[in-house]
Structures are given as C-alpha cells and as structure tokens.
C-alpha cells in the first residue's frame, strides 16, 4: 500500500496563477482533509470531505477550492494564487467513526512570488 | 472557537536529559491524539487517549491525559536523538468530531 501520496512535491507559482494539489490513498478511507502548516502556526484545516461528492470549510478556506470527485482523491486548487498562500500543504485521511487516526501525506511545498 | 495550546514552542535539551510538553485545551475534549513531525517530513500518529485520567506508555514515551479532559501532557524519559522533531496534540472539534483542532506544537531538539 502505498498509504497517502501527494502531488506534486514542490512547486513555484506566480502572483494570480492558479494551480491543483492532487491527493490519493488508497485505504479505503471514508474522510479526507486537507491542511496547511506555516512556521509557528502547527496545522490548520482548510477543507475536508467526508465521503465522496461532499465537501466542507475549514479553518482556513478561503481562496481555495476543493473536490472530491471519487473515493481515493481529493484535489485542492488555487484559482489565482498569493504570496500570503506560500506553504506547506499536507492531505490526510482516515476511516469515518468518533476517534480514528488520521494518516498524512509527505505534503507539498508551495512558493508564491 | 475552540482553541487547544501547546507550552512549550521549543525545547533544546542535552542527549539524556528527560523532556515534557504540554497540551490545553479552552474544551473538554471526548479524546485526545499526539502526533511526530520529524524535521523535513509529515506527522505520523503516536497514540491516543479516551479516559479521563488515562495514563500510556510507549517505551520511553509516557502520555497523560488530565481528569478533567482538558488538557494532556507527552513526557520523554531519556531522550535520544532519534526524538527530535515536533510534537503535536490534536482534539476533536465541539461542532464536529470530523475535525481535529492541532496544537501549534512543540518543537525538540537534543544535542549530543
């Protein structure tokens, strides 16, 4: 199994360019999030989903999108991209249920010029 | 909105040396998770708690979880450098158990 994997691993975008982070995993998890980490700041949720075709805020959702068109995947996108968007973005899933763990994925780190 | 607190932000302690970090949260929380983020990767889980009052060892790993379900604490019996990294606690969201609020996390590093 190749767990939670994210693409791409690292990417440099310019003021207002857009662009899609793409996560998969394949453990048959039920919920989905996604979440950004800045230094000092630990993680705050962005979007999540809790199955397929469904999706909901986070802490932090603004100027971004997201969606969850099959089981496996979760896409986040940047319609026009900023510097304050500069990041490290992680995806996570984990089954449905009150108390589960969630599994992480090796992120992407995102730059805006 | 629910807010969870981790004291300290950093920690350098001497290869050896015992280490604590603490977690609060401003709710009670149904349970409580701690996460590793080595430097450079992406948090794995290590543990969770349920009970009030809860104790858990993981080897030199000891995890607490307070009798009033509000606050936590990860303490490190003679630390190694294998340790280093960040520590996070994380509790479920009132509106939402969907949702785990993190701590902003402690970071350790320990010298040789």
């Known amino acids: 199994n190749a767990g939670v994997t994210q693409t791409p691993k690292f990417r440099v975008l310019k003021t207002g360019q857009s662009m899609t982070l793409l996560c998969a995993q394949d453990m048959n998890h039920e919920y989905m999030y996604w979440y950004r980490q800045d230094p000092g700041m630990g993680l705050r949720l962005i979007h999540y989903?809790?199955?397929?075709?469904?999706?909901a805020k986070g802490e932090v959702p603004d100027g971004y999108n997201v969606s969850r068109l099959k089981k496996q995947n979760f896409l986040l996108g940047l319609e026009s991209a900023a510097p304050s968007q500069t990041s490290v973005y992680f995806c996570a899933s984990r089954f449905s249920g009150p108390s589960y763990e969630q599994y992480f994925g090796p992120g992407t780190r995102l730059t805006v010029t | 909105g629910q807010q969870v607190m981790q004291i300290p932000q950093y920690q350098h302690v001497q290869e050896g040396e015992d280490f604590t970090t603490y977690c609060n949260s401003s709710?009670?929380?149904?349970?409580i998770q701690w996460y590793k983020q080595r430097p450079g990767g992406h948090p794995v889980f290590l543990i969770q708690l349920v009970k009030s009052g809860e104790v858990k060892k993981q080897k030199r790993l000891t995890f607490q979880f307070g009798e009033a379900k509000k606050n936590s604490s990860l303490h490190i019996t003679a630390t190694q450098t294998t340790d280093v990294g960040t520590y996070f606690c994380?509790?479920?969201?009132?509106?939402?158990?969907?949702?785990?609020?993190f701590g902003s996390g402690t970071q350790l590093t320990v010298l040789p």
């Open positions: 709710t009670t929380l149904s349970n």
């Open positions: 989903s809790v199955g397929e075709g469904t999706t």
């Open positions: 994380a509790g479920p969201e009132v509106s939402s158990a969907r949702q785990l609020t």
